[in-house]
């Protein structure tokens, strides 16, 4: 095993696996359409509020993508052989989470204008809903790591991660729907999208590590 | 060109445990269920820790850092790590990147495989799937294999294949450390007992 091997193989078997990929992006579809029926599908109510539906609804779909992320692996014996590869662990956590990351934020990205459109999000605001989205999710992707790898032996580790992880994840969405909504008053945003953009980088320094360490403890 | 060395301090799994392993050497850990087997083999390769004790390869010191270790080793577990998703030759391309896809259908053909060579793992039985990951052994050129019941969920022919492919191994100056219940046929171990 080498890591080209190792990306590639992750990489077709997010794609072999199409029910789990699409259930995320269902669900965000899902939500996003359900929301102005059930509480008010006027332009006056959903344009102010289309940030906010957007990212807790990215929210909730990275953490179904995430949460079972390492429980084949670790259930076919695939994390054993991580440890024993030779490889950086690190290195392997990283390059699964990018793997989910662009599994999960591309076909997002491009329903999400068809979306925003019926949530009567103004177009100018549209390129700073994806910033954010681009800028943020990566950390959502990576912290979500750290949980899925610390109850990936657990039978019944969802609930637990969900705690784990929830309270980690607001600071992004509160930074992401700032953004939005300064766009919206035509405020800067730009302090808000580096805020976003530290956060993910401090995950991507940080959180391959903790997983690692975490997936060392799990599988015993 | 292999010298492993291991102390093991207090422990109440072994207590001042001493074993070498040399190159062209089968030496097999035996114990009972629980004796500890596993979790010794874990602890070499650097996944539990040692309370006591220093571990040698090579004549240096891998206690701290097993990388010089891991990248000489090759490991199989209870859980062959193979994907459901993978057909068998896959499964076997991730572990084996370099090997010539000519070579990673021999070693299918070697473990009675060939056949299924493109028939996703999730259809195949769990001896077929232990074999896929066996199939490893016809392609690495790592000198130190560890085998964890290698033999669980095989039947006769394919317990024969891999002795003969051991035994293989250890002529070329090859190593193996092995846990096993079931008695080797043709090959003769050095015993390390594991008291439960």
Aim: aromatic share 8%; proline share 4%.
């Amino acid at each position: 095993m080498n890591y080209r091997s190792y990306f590639k193989a992750e990489w077709l078997s997010l794609l072999r696996r199409k029910q789990d990929t699409l259930n995320a992006l269902l669900f965000f579809v899902m939500v996003i359409t359900l929301f102005p029926l059930g509480v008010d599908p006027s332009a006056d109510f959903l344009a102010p509020a289309a940030g906010g539906i957007i990212w807790c609804a990215t929210a909730l779909s990275v953490l179904m993508a995430v949460e079972g992320m390492y429980k084949e692996d670790y259930n076919d014996g695939s994390l054993e052989q991580w440890l024993v590869s030779g490889l950086s662990v690190t290195l392997l956590v990283f390059l699964k989470v990018l793997a989910q990351w662009l599994i999960v934020v591309v076909p997002l990205m491009i329903v999400l204008p068809i979306l925003a459109q019926m949530l009567f999000l103004p177009m100018s605001v549209l390129g700073v809903v994806m910033l954010s989205i681009l800028l943020g999710t990566p950390a959502l992707f990576f912290i979500g790591s750290i949980g899925a790898a610390l109850t990936v032996s657990l039978r019944r580790g969802a609930v637990l991660m969900l705690l784990l992880i929830l309270p980690l994840y607001i600071p992004v969405i509160v930074f992401a729907t700032g953004a939005i909504r300064a766009a919206q008053l035509e405020m800067a945003y730009s302090g808000q999208l580096a805020i976003l953009a530290a956060i993910s980088l401090v995950a991507l320094a940080l959180s391959p590590v903790m997983a690692a360490i975490s997936i060392r403890a799990s599988v015993n | 060109m292999k010298d492993l060395w291991i102390e093991r301090g207090e422990r109440d799994l072994c207590r001042h445990l001493t074993f070498s392993v040399q190159s062209g050497e089968l030496v097999r850990i035996a114990g009972e269920n629980g004796a500890g087997k596993s979790s010794l083999m874990k602890s070499i390769l650097g996944w539990l820790h040692f309370a006591e004790g220093t571990l040698e390869f090579n004549g240096e010191d891998v206690t701290q850092h097993r990388d010089m270790l891991l990248q000489n080793q090759l490991y199989l577990g209870h859980t062959p790590g193979i994907k459901n998703v993978f057909t068998a030759l896959e499964n076997l391309k991730l572990y084996c990147p370099d090997a010539a896809e000519d070579d990673l259908e021999q070693a299918l053909v070697q473990v009675q495989l060939g056949a299924f060579a493109d028939t996703p793992a999730a259809q195949l039985s769990a001896g077929q799937k232990r074999r896929i990951a066996l199939a490893r052994l016809w392609l690495t050129d790592k000198a130190l294999w560890f085998l964890d019941e290698p033999f669980t969920a095989l039947d006769v022919k394919g317990v024969e294949a891999l002795e003969k492919r051991m035994s293989e191994h250890l002529s070329v100056g090859g190593a193996i450390v092995i846990t096993t219940h079931q008695p080797l046929l043709n090959l003769s171990p050095k015993v390390i007992e594991l008291a439960a």
